[in-house]
């Protein structure tokens, strides 16, 4: 239901672009996301939107990283600057989709990015 891609290494102070597309029988996309998950670490939000367009992000990547969506594609993307490497992380898509009139959680596969000092 959900492809990530994008990951890959970069140096410090790069940037990165991932995409998450969406497929199947979708009436609906309610919002995306995407998460991160760092080796011993605990799965964390990272950026959200809305259907309405409307976005959160966590501290942490305020300012560098944007979230958008391109809805007639149900594709969700994450363009990161300024990346640290504290980013590195299996970042994952996450969306909330209506295939029915009662809409389930899915989860991308992941992909990794890695930022090297």
């Known amino acids: 239901q959900l492809q990530a891609s994008g990951g890959g290494l970069v140096q410090a102070g790069g940037s990165l672009r991932l995409s998450c597309v969406a497929s199947?029988?979708?009436?609906?996309?309610?919002?995306m996301g995407w998460y991160r998950q760092a080796p011993g670490k605990q799965r964390e939000l990272v950026a959200r939107?809305?259907?309405?367009?409307?976005?959160m992000y966590s501290d942490s990547v305020k300012g560098r990283f944007t979230i958008s969506a391109d809805q007639s594609k149900d594709t969700v993307f994450l363009q990161m600057h300024s990346l640290k490497p504290e980013d590195t992380a299996v970042y994952y898509c996450?969306?909330?989709?209506?295939?029915?009139?009662?809409?389930?959680?899915?989860w991308g596969q992941g992909t990794l990015v890695t930022v090297s000092s």
């Open positions: 939107i809305e259907a309405d367009d409307t976005t």
């Open positions: 199947g029988d979708i009436l609906n996309i309610e919002r």
């Open positions: 996450k969306a909330f989709i209506y295939t029915t009139a009662i809409g389930d959680e899915y």
